[in-house]
């Protein structure tokens, strides 16, 4: 007699990644990103349905990571290429996918301007408070005093500008719905982007507007850290200038704390 | 049905015939002189149950019409010459991406702001690539009227033939004067040759992706630049447009495009009295430029007499085609101002005596 021993798999590889091992450094904050939007489409059974649109920035590739259509954009582009997406299938499920030089510098037009008409648009951004793809310039979202190759002395208000809060800007428009902002460096703030990449989700499913989840995402690399490091540096600076938590909501969710 | 004979100024005509070639997606920023189109299709698409934005600039816009051609549509943007400098690395995308879209440039007077008067100054940027890679963007170029109308079907089809953006070459005054126009009957969307390339969720299949980087190192992006120069030479082939219109006996072609060709045909009439016999040839597609068919004229005139709304850009392709087979006179006006057939009689009058009081012979 044979004994039979039933496993259950509990754990695995979401549909909406593809097998394809990523360019992404170790400890950078895109993987888990990618991991946390593919999980969400699957639970909610977007994957055939959704067009992406990566950005130009680290994630210029995800195409071969999600498993699912997508379009590329020009840097900056990805809201407007977006749009026009949506704007031809209104059925279809339709995300954009930034870091921060691409929403937040050179396409703030094209993110204000998609929000404000209220795109039915899920938008995931990668703050990682500089240029990654580029080898570490300063971003609009670099931190007061914070390096890079560009402010080598560190950030200076009076020079470059204060850190741009792109999140507290778009939430002053009518047409967008939803915004929060999570880190991806604690397992609680994992879990809690989870349910806000869901409930971004949920917005563009419910007709509802433009939605946007901000994710605090550690570059190790353009940092000159370790990856340790740098989940420190997320959760002990950068959230001083980024307060985690939800910065909009006029959803009329029910999970609303 | 095709439509009675309607009056209508340019701009309307470009955006009616657009409706009716079965574009449902306009895309767009305001500017001077072209206004008049998207003010039209932001009513007629709602009409027909279409969708127009007005983009916050040029920028966003073309890079909306290519989100909706990446996702199946005939889809459509405007501008004018400020604007359509915005839109070169979105039309360099397109062309990398594969994606059919039609850019119409009414063109005004540059460079800079310029002025909002009818110009000719962009057709090195139309003809040229516009932006950055090597890439080529088939050029309309009507003469106004009944050819707005067919030209702008005929884009839209270039355009899914060879899933490239194509564009429509006019200008402010082409825009504004009203002629009488027969719109041909709507197409049926359904009657044209399926999108098999179109993302649009992978349901039933596998994932696709629309993108124009290769980063690989077995020579990806040469391999595609290759498959793109295949493609344009396709369309040089078999997609050049021109009209001759020239007596056997002429003793000088004039080659001009656009709103210089309609106020060279005045001109050529006019000089008519005065026993001149001359021939008009007009390039319809300017790139590709009708260059085999203006090589073998030249063979048979023994001038060549270029007339343009700028100080000299299309006359470089009509050297190209022409050489020394004939002797080629240049007369060029900067945008920006209303030329009248007179000022083109007084070049052509010159340039048939080659007493260079107007314009001037051109030293191959
Ligand atoms: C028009 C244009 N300008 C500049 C660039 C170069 N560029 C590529 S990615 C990038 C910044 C990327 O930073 P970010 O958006 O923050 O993404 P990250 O790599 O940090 O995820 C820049 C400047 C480009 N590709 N196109
Ligand atoms: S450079 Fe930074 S953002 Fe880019 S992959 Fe590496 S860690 Fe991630
Ligand atoms: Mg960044």
Redesign the pocket.
């Given at each position: 007699m044979s004994t039979e021993v039933a496993f259950e798999q509990i754990f695995g590889r979401p549909e909406s990644l593809k097998t394809n091992p990523t360019h992404y450094c170790p400890g950078c904050g895109?993987s888990v990103a990618h991991r946390l939007v593919a999980e969400c489409l699957d639970e909610m059974g977007l994957r055939e349905k959704t067009i992406g649109v990566p950005?130009?920035?680290?994630?210029?590739l995800a195409y071969n990571y999600f498993n699912f259509d997508m379009v590329e954009a020009?840097?900056?582009r990805a809201l407007a290429v977006a749009t026009g997406i949506k704007r031809v299938h209104p059925d279809k499920f339709v995300l954009s996918y930034?870091?921060?030089?691409?929403?937040a510098?050179?396409g703030t037009a094209e993110t204000i301007h998609s929000g404000n008409r209220g795109e039915r648009i899920s938008t995931i951004f990668?703050n990682?408070a500089?240029?990654?793809?580029?080898g570490g310039?300063m971003?609009p979202?670099t931190l007061l005093g914070q390096t890079a190759t560009t402010a080598q002395a560190g950030r200076d208000a009076r020079l470059h500008g204060s850190p741009i809060d792109i999140s507290r800007m778009l939430a002053v428009c009518d047409g967008v719905v939803y915004v929060e902002r999570c880190s991806l460096t604690s397992i609680k703030q994992i879990r809690r982007a989870k349910k806000a990449i869901k409930k971004s989700y949920q917005c563009q499913l419910d007709d509802l507007g433009f939605s946007i989840v901000e994710l605090l995402s550690p570059?190790p690399t353009?940092w000159k850290v370790s990856p340790k490091a740098a989940w420190a540096w997320v959760n002990d600076e950068m959230t001083k200038t980024y307060p985690l938590g939800v910065i909009k909501d006029t959803t009329g969710y029910e999970d609303k704390k | 049905m095709p439509s009675e004979k309607m009056l209508m100024i340019g701009s309307h005509v470009v955006a009616e015939a657009a409706v009716r070639a079965g574009c449902r997606y306009y895309f767009g920023y305001p500017i001077t002189p072209q206004n008049e189109l998207p003010e039209y299709l932001s009513a007629r698409l709602l009409e027909v149950g279409g969708t127009f934005i007005q983009g916050e600039s040029e920028v966003s816009s073309i890079n909306m019409v290519l989100g909706a051609s990446a996702v199946g549509a005939r889809t459509m943007t405007s501008s004018s010459s400020p604007g359509v400098s915005l839109k070169q690395?979105g039309i360099s995308y397109m062309a990398g991406m594969e994606l059919p879209g039609v850019i119409i440039n009414m063109m005004r007077g540059g460079p800079g702001l310029g002025n909002i008067a009818p110009s000719a100054a962009d057709y090195f940027q139309a003809t040229r690539g516009g932006a950055h890679g090597d890439y080529r963007t088939p050029v309309l170029a009507p003469a106004g009227g009944q050819e707005l109308v067919d030209l702008t079907f005929v884009a839209f089809d270039l355009a899914d033939k060879y899933r490239t953006p194509v564009m429509l070459l006019g200008d402010g005054l082409m825009g504004q004067v009203m002629e009488p126009v027969i719109f041909p009957d709507f197409i049926d969307l359904k009657d044209l040759p399926e999108k098999d390339w179109i993302v649009d969720g992978c349901e039933g299949r596998e994932p696709r992706a629309l993108f124009s980087m290769f980063l690989g190192q077995q020579g990806e992006l040469y391999q595609h630049n290759l498959h793109l120069q295949e493609k344009y030479d396709k369309i040089t082939a078999e997609e050049m447009r021109w009209e001759t219109n020239c007596p056997d006996d002429a003793e000088m072609v004039v080659v001009a495009y656009g709103t210089a060709a309609r106020i060279a045909e005045s001109a050529i009439e006019e000089l008519e009295a005065e026993d001149l016999r001359l021939g008009l040839f007009r390039p319809i597609t300017l790139w590709p430029f009708p260059k085999p068919a203006l090589r073998e004229l030249s063979k048979k005139v023994p001038k060549v007499a270029v007339f343009e709304f700028s100080l000299g850009q299309m006359v470089e392709d009509v050297i190209f085609s022409v050489g020394e087979r004939a002797e080629i006179y240049f007369h060029g006006l900067p945008g920006g101002i209303i030329p009248t057939p007179a000022d083109v009689a007084d070049f052509l009058r010159s340039a048939a005596k080659g007493d260079g009081k107007v314009g001037r012979r051109i030293d191959v």
């Open positions: 895109h950005p130009v920035g680290c994630a210029v020009p840097h900056g930034q870091g921060d030089g691409d929403l510098a050179i990668i990682n500089i240029y990654g793809m580029t310039q971003a979202t570059c353009n | 690395e």
